[in-house]
């Protein structure tokens, strides 16, 4: 029997992924080269790591057209979670926080139609992306 994985809250806040989905895979891109002061680690939902952070946070482990993130015992989804994480990139991307002012619903209804339809209007991956040795600090598997 495979033992579980336990959870030890990080210093850095984790972004989970969905690792076959080309927009996530190319959001995933979009932060790295927005993040050079690494704020966050990342592992794809999919991978060991993001199945056992799921399970710890008591959250759907085969749905994936959410994007999580975790911050110390903090749980933030959806549109929250892209907003939360835009605030920490270089740019102009930490502006687009001021949206965080309309309620998560309304938000989320955007979100959801993105999600919906990820892969039929950008396609997915065979398999989970996968970092270069340069990034390999970044992600968590």
């Known amino acids: 029997m495979k033992k579980a994985e336990v959870f030890e809250p990080r210093s850095k806040p984790i972004l989970l ?15 790295i080269k927005r ?17 056992a952070l799921l399970d710890h946070f008591q959250l759907e482990k085969k749905e994936f057209s959410s994007l999580v993130l975790i911050e110390g015992e903090k749980v933030y989804l959806k549109s929250t979670a892209a907003l939360r994480a835009a605030k920490k990139l270089n740019g102009l991307w930490p502006a687009t926080y001021i949206f965080i002012i309309v309620p998560s619903f309304i938000r989320d209804v955007v979100y959801d139609i993105i999600a919906r339809n990820r892969y039929h209007w950008f396609g997915k991956s065979k398999s989970c992306r996968l970092p270069t040795a340069e990034e390999k600090t970044r992600f968590l598997d």
């Open 17 to 31: 992924f969905d690792g076959i989905c080309n927009l996530c895979n190319g959001a995933v891109d979009f932060i």
């Open 35 to 51: 993040d050079p002061k690494n704020h966050f680690l990342l592992a794809s939902l999919q991978s060991r790591k993001g199945q």
